[in-house]
């Protein structure tokens, strides 16, 4: 009995650890999901490759294939969602940088039973759009904060440089600005990555207005500009930036650059896309209704020696 019961006992151990040893190499033949991530980016701006190389990072750990699209123009990014749509892909994380032309496409993905969550652009439309859920930073909030820190500096003239004019996000950067700052703001338009325009539009700007204490460019590629842009003039202006990127870290760091307002864009295509994850394999919806925020946080002299490192491996 005793030698019948102890080859049950280690029989028994032995389908065990079987079935554990099996169950790894199950898992891992499962199929996985497919989301994309769809975005407005620009050609040149690096900005774009930290929120795809936060979305990579999850797809990755959550074992999932991520297709990555982007287009600067509403007509260009709505036909991506519609073209995901076709593909019958199994989530949509998308930045909502032209509300009135996407959400129809949107509510044809949410009749698809696709889910879509957004980040980076549309924190003021997302519920409209009837988007699950929300990852970024609040632009308003942002544009407010700087707005403050102009008053703070005593500065009574600023010019807001605008590099895709029709983005929300950046109108709202700028109309936050206004909504604290007390001094003259002046928002200045410019044509996209084309810096040589860029800077001759900068340029003449501070010369028609020297008493411009700040300029401030909504996305990083545009502050070595603004440097230079600030040189040839002439000028007193100091230069304030939306964003990071290692040239505008190196500038903050020799003082040529005060600050720039980080909204960590590796965590919002990191959380997007496990965002899907979550609600696909559990169900969850996370924000309480409310977005998920990733910023603002300002990065000057004091702080930038700890940020430097993360910016070169391309993760801030």
């Avoid at 957004?118 to 308003?140: I, S």
């Avoid at 990191?270 to 979550?278: M, P, V």
Wanted: proline share 4%; hydrophobic share 45%; glycine share 10%.
């Amino acid at each position: 009995m005793r030698k019948t019961n102890l080859t049950k006992i280690l029989l028994g151990g032995v389908a065990l650890a079987g079935m554990a040893l099996a169950a790894p190499a199950a898992t891992a033949a499962e199929p996985g999901y497919t989301f994309a991530l769809i975005t407005h980016a620009q050609p040149g701006d690096t900005f774009w490759d930290i929120i795809r190389k936060g979305a990579e990072a999850a797809a990755k750990k959550d074992h999932v294939k991520l297709l990555y699209e982007a287009n600067p123009n509403a007509a260009g990014e709505t036909q991506l969602v519609n073209t995901m749509v076709q593909q019958h892909v199994d989530g949509i994380a998308l930045t909502l940088a032209f509300p009135d032309a996407e959400i129809p496409a949107v509510k044809q993905a949410e009749a698809a039973k696709i889910p879509v969550v957004g980040l980076n652009a549309g924190t003021d439309q997302w519920k409209q759009a009837g988007l699950m859920m929300y990852v970024g930073q609040d632009e308003t909030v942002a544009g407010q904060a700087v707005g403050n820190k102009l008053n703070d500096e005593g500065v009574k003239s600023a010019i807001c440089v605008d590099q895709q004019q029709g983005a929300v996000q950046l109108q709202a950067r700028c109309d936050g600005i206004k909504d604290t700052f007390k001094g003259q703001l002046q928002v200045l338009y410019v044509n996209g990555y084309d810096m040589a325009s860029a800077q001759a539009r900068m340029v003449a700007a501070l010369q028609q207005n020297p008493n411009v204490g700040y300029i401030v460019t909504l996305g990083a590629p545009f502050a070595p500009t603004a440097v230079q842009a600030v040189q040839l003039a002439n000028s007193i202006a100091k230069v304030g930036t939306f964003d990071m990127n290692p040239q505008a870290v190196g500038l903050i760091e020799k003082g040529k650059v005060q600050w720039a307002v980080d909204q960590q864009p590796f965590v919002q295509g990191y959380e997007a896309i496990d965002l899907l994850w979550l609600y696909k394999t559990n169900g969850d919806i996370v924000g309480g209704g409310g977005p998920v925020l990733t910023g603002p946080t300002f990065v000057t002299t004091q702080n930038v020696a700890e940020i430097a490192k993360f910016v070169k491996e391309g993760t801030r």
